[in-house]
């Protein structure tokens, strides 16, 4: 057999009978240069990933966490020989993410120490003050000219506006930046008719890139509609006079195509009237549209035929959602979209207004109702909002001057229902007991108990119930104080946390219920809050 002079595949490193190497044994040169490069490209790795944890470490010492608002679960703001008013708002008056309220108090000098004098104002004055939803401490006031009659703020809903809430008082209108207190501007009223509530926040009518706000003011034999610039307070155009309609009430509507409606409410009827043409009826002519409804008569258009008492609208920020009519005896849903009826829920004497909340999981909002039923006695009723059928009532000693109920969401796609009255168990009792203004919570899927959680003797002016942070800290507000505006007393503004301090003690059972007080409890304290 021949030997052969060349390196095999089977022997890749068999050398030459000369000594030298083979071609596969040449090429190992090129292999100690890659696992070199190998080597460096290694290093260089995890040299950067050193560098990065550096940099990370280094900025996690350097930046702080955001500090989240430390809140007191209760705190009380009391002011003596003052006068307050049926207001009370919520806004975020400074940078710590927590809404904080705002409300009105009459008095000859302000929480920090200003006095209506050095203000160059009459004493006793008005000042309009913001407190810290934390700790109720003062951000800002703000003294007016007296005597008060509405105030209106935005409550967290977007505008183009520089300032948040308008104040008409004194015979002005005065528009206030809701972080200073400072005033954007002040005009007298246009109209010798005092405008009244809510005020309407339209889109830019006079094309100077601020939305604008139309108030509407009526009596007994006609109601007028003024537009007034957002900007600055001015009156845009003349005053649009509806002859022979007395309203009652009043709210924006947008339609399905984005066409703005207001809608007014006397003692028959409920109409809208196009935005447009009400402008163009005062003159704005903007555009060929409105050009062409300058000449032309406002036109009326009906939308629901009650003996209505009040307009509420089911989602405050959205001015398209459906819309309750509530009449003496009746409450009726209206289509937002459509603006035709969808169902409507027969009643003895409708007291105030209703409020809505989520009492099953169905996404759609429910309506609590409250119906005075005689000798003293109402029915809190939950209407499914889908149908209008019953999903819950109950009967409370209907005590005078009680707030209408609220409600909060929670994380399981239910509300949590505060009502207020006194449980009939409670006043036949055999101890004397005062009457008083109590509230309860009510849980839907423990709708066989509420739990007591206020009892308040003194005068109540306002109740609100809220988050007070984007999810979190459900809380509630009440502000108590003189019967009359004529009569100074003790004004107090509570803010109270919405779980704290319920007890066993606390559980009013309505029927027959296999659960313990203690599970009750517990089943509260389980509840989670969201927006």
Known sequence: MERSDHATEGDPLKRGEDGTETVMGAASGPKKSLSRRTHWRTAVFFLSLFLCLIIVFAFSFIMPCPVRAQYLVTWKKTFSESVTYEFLAFEHSNDDKVKDVLFIIKNTNGTLNQTCTEAGLPSPCVFVVAVDGTDGDTLWERPLHPEFQWAHCDQGKKTSRTWHCLMSHSGNLTAINKNTGHVIWQQPQPTVLVGSLPVLSVPDLDQDKVDDVVLVASSSTLTQLILLSGKTG???????????????????????????????????????????????????????????????????????QSNAVSLVRTKDADDSSDLLVVSGNEVALINGKTLRLKWKFNCSSVIGKPSLGHFNKDGVLDVIVEDDVGNQMKRIIILDGMSGVVLWEVRLLAIANSPGPASIYTTKSISVFIVWGMMPSESNSTKPVPISQRSYLLHPRHSEVLLEITNVTDHILSF????????????????????????????????????????????????????????????????????
């Not at 006079?241 to 509507?253: E, P």
């Not at 903007?286 to 300058?294: F, I, L, P, R, Y």
């Not at 313990?516 to 927006?531: C, G, H, K």
């Open 234 to 304: 001015a009156q845009m155009g003349s005053t649009v006079v509806l002859d022979s309609i007395q309203t009652a009430n009043h709210l924006i509507h947008v339609t399905a195509k984005g066409f703005y409606y207001i809608l007014l409410q006397n003692d028959t009827d409920v109409y809208g009237l196009e935005l447009l043409g009400i402008a163009a009826k005062a003159g704005l002519k903007t555009d060929k549209v409105m050009e062409a409804k300058a000449n032309s008569a406002v036109t009326l258009l009906p939308i629901y």
């Open 464 to 531: 609100k119930a809220t988050l007070m942070e984007h999810g979190r800290h459900a809380a509630y507000l009440l502000l108590t104080g003189p019967e009359s505006e004529d009569t100074n007393g003790t004004v107090v503004l509570t803010k109270q946390k919405l779980k704290q301090n319920i007890s066993k003690d606390d559980v009013r059972h309505l029927g027959t219920s296999t659960e313990t007080n203690e599970e009750i409890v517990e089943a509260f304290q389980r509840l989670r809050f969201s927006d």
